[in-house]
């Protein structure tokens, strides 16, 4: 069937009526192929007509010239339980010539299921009028699968919300950047988004939205949050629901899991990306000995075509509890005393935690045990770290400490360094991070990395080691770093004593799908903290990552029990230094004596 335009009347209209239906199924689809070509060729839609309902429900739209070319469509109709007929209206703009056609129009899972003799079986339920035998899963689901609603009598409210009369027993998140938004019908922005919602199939129904528009920014979070459920003893609760992500920008849709009032909880599942025009089920299993909570959070991608959907939201095997328990926080800047065994130590001295001796404090966390227990060496700068115990071996944020004073327990969306692998990834961040760590070369190890998903353009991220007090003249610092993506931003190492920063060395822009090898010279120094700085890029697509941090050959000089020897130089602080090192232009008597031009 086709229309050939080549009149010079302005926004003419042609319709496409379907036969009248009596009533569909609820997996029931219908697809077809399409052509829209020429230069005022202008839009078609498809539109929904059910009886008893005055509006009509848009299905399917597309905007004008589409180019020389077939195009398939895919529409989703679900459980249609009144007489209905479908539309599809042309209209056609300007004074050019061109032409509509439609083809191969297919339905598809669109009768009620066959009646069956025997349904038996903890799994199975039995439809009291169609006969049909169903998954028990599909019980009370807020689905009528069974096709005479038999499945969805004598449910429990308490244990669903399909948002037709608000948002039942659900709470929009208090700590969240923005709320989800109630909606019948399309969304405001043009190719994203659901045209209806699942339960009814018609612009009559409700669901609820995340909009990815202005003012919100990208990585803002909307989040749901489910009544406290307890499970049933020795059962599995089971949480079903529906969601529709469509949009070139549709970024992240997760599904948490959380035991105490105030915390984030644990990710039970998520999904990332675009997955098309359609309401899409999930099914997730929840094992909990203990009550919790669900959230629903809802994440905003790079630009306005990100809206997701969410509908019909169920529990079986679960029953209402009372409240979490919270978790109890200790006041910023609060610590419990060390205990320190019996000693003669002065301030300028520190106590080994083991003997009770005495050392000087510019011997604590100078890369040299001098303490039998190596308890100056604990709590400083580790001379290895390869993150693979997942600890940060020392290292620390100290703006992420300081906000974290005034900020919720929920993490804030900044720019921040953290533990990252593989293994984690979503979809897609392969392209700009690393899919394997240095330090074994598999997806499960574990490497810092900078997460430039959170954050604007700009922003740096600060991780630093405790103070150092004294390094030797051959004092290295060793790295693997690994910066790939559209927009890297760049990587800097710092020396930082008191208010003083000195940059030691920097890295922009990509560096290659790889593992690159670092060496900042570090050489002579006190009281001083080494930085990595990261600055990040313009987009997400861009995460900077470090592994398998060294500290080489950085303890201080020891003063010989000796005379140097006749191939030595005897500094004027009386280190011993080969003779082969002198006007080398390095500082290695620590004091410079070696460079002295009088020698």
């Given amino acids: 069937m086709f229309i050939l335009k080549n009149s010079s009347n302005i926004s003419q209209v042609a319709q496409l009526r379907s036969p009248k239906f009596s009533q569909t199924g609820s997996d029931c689809t219908m697809s077809f192929w399409y052509y829209n070509y020429g230069l005022s060729v202008g839009a078609a839609e498809m539109q929904l007509f059910v009886d008893g309902l005055e509006e009509p429900t848009v299905l399917w739209k597309i905007y004008y010239n589409q180019g020389n070319q077939w195009l398939k469509a895919f529409i989703q109709l679900g459980r249609l339980p009144h007489p209905f007929q479908l539309s599809l209206d042309k209209i056609s703009l300007g004074f050019y010539d061109g032409v509509s056609a439609i083809d191969d129009i297919t339905f598809e899972n669109c009768a009620l299921p066959t009646p069956a003799t025997s349904c038996e079986g903890p799994d199975r339920f039995w439809c009291r009028v169609t006969k049909a035998c169903i998954d028990s899963l599909l019980v009370c689901d807020l689905v009528d699968d069974c096709g005479d609603g038999s499945d969805e009598d004598d449910c429990n409210p308490d244990l669903q919300c399909n948002f037709e009369n608000g948002l039942c027993n659900w709470e929009q998140d208090m700590d969240d950047d923005f709320d989800w938004t109630r909606k019948q019908g399309p969304t405001p922005t043009l190719n994203t988004g659901p045209f209806k919602d699942h339960t009814l199939g018609t612009v009559r129904g409700h669901y609820l939205y995340m909009e990815s528009s202005g003012p919100y920014v990208f990585q803002n979070k909307a989040v749901l949050v489910s009544p406290v459920f307890s499970p049933y003893v020795n059962e599995t609760c089971i949480f079903r629901f529906h969601y529709h992500m469509f949009g070139k920008q549709v970024y992240k849709l997760s599904v948490l899991q959380r035991t105490v009032s105030n915390t984030k909880g644990q990710l039970l599942w998520y999904q990332f990306g675009n997955q098309g025009n359609r309401w899409i089920r999930q099914t997730l299993h929840i094992n909990s000995s203990k009550p919790f909570q669900i959230l629903v959070e809802g994440t905003i991608g790079d630009g306005f075509t990100g809206d997701i959907g969410i509908d019909d939201l169920s529990f079986l095997s679960c029953t209402l509890y009372g409240n979490l328990p919270a978790i109890s926080t200790t006041p910023a800047g609060t610590s419990v005393p060390v205990t320190l065994p019996m000693n003669n130590c002065t301030e300028e001295e520190f106590v080994c935690r083991a003997s009770g001796s005495c050392i000087q404090m510019t011997k604590k966390c100078d890369f040299r045990a001098d303490c039998s227990d190596k308890s100056d060496e604990a709590s400083c700068a580790m001379e290895m770290c390869n993150f693979e115990d997942k600890s940060l071996c020392g290292w620390y944020q100290a703006a992420l400490e300081e906000t974290s004073e005034t900020d919720s327990i929920h993490s804030t969306n900044i720019f921040k360094w953290g533990l990252g692998r593989g293994a984690n990834l979503f979809p897609g961040q392969e392209k700009h ?127 010989p029990d000796r005379p140097c020897t006749g191939k030595e130089f005897t500094c004027a602080n009386k280190y011993c230094i080969p003779k082969d090192n002198l006007c080398d232009f390095v500082n290695d008597c620590a004091d410079n004596s070696d460079e002295n031009p009088n020698i």
């Fill in 433 to 559: 991070s690393p899919s394997v760590d240095h330090t074994t070369l598999t997806e499960e190890g574990w490497y810092l990395f900078a997460d430039s998903s959170a954050g604007k353009f700009g922003q740096t991220a600060d991780i630093t080691t405790p103070v150092i007090s004294l390094t030797g003249p051959k004092c290295k610092m060793v790295f693997w770093n690994y910066m790939s993506g559209a927009t890297v931003g760049s990587l800097q190492v710092l020396s930082k004593s008191g208010n003083i920063t000195s940059k030691l060395w920097a890295q922009s822009d990509s560096q290659g799908a790889q593992w690159n090898r670092a060496e900042v010279f570090l050489g002579v120094r006190s009281s001083f903290q080494v930085v990595l700085r990261a600055v990040r890029g313009v987009s997400y697509m861009g995460d900077v990552a470090v592994d398998d941090i060294t500290f080489e050959d950085c303890s201080p000089l020891l003063i």
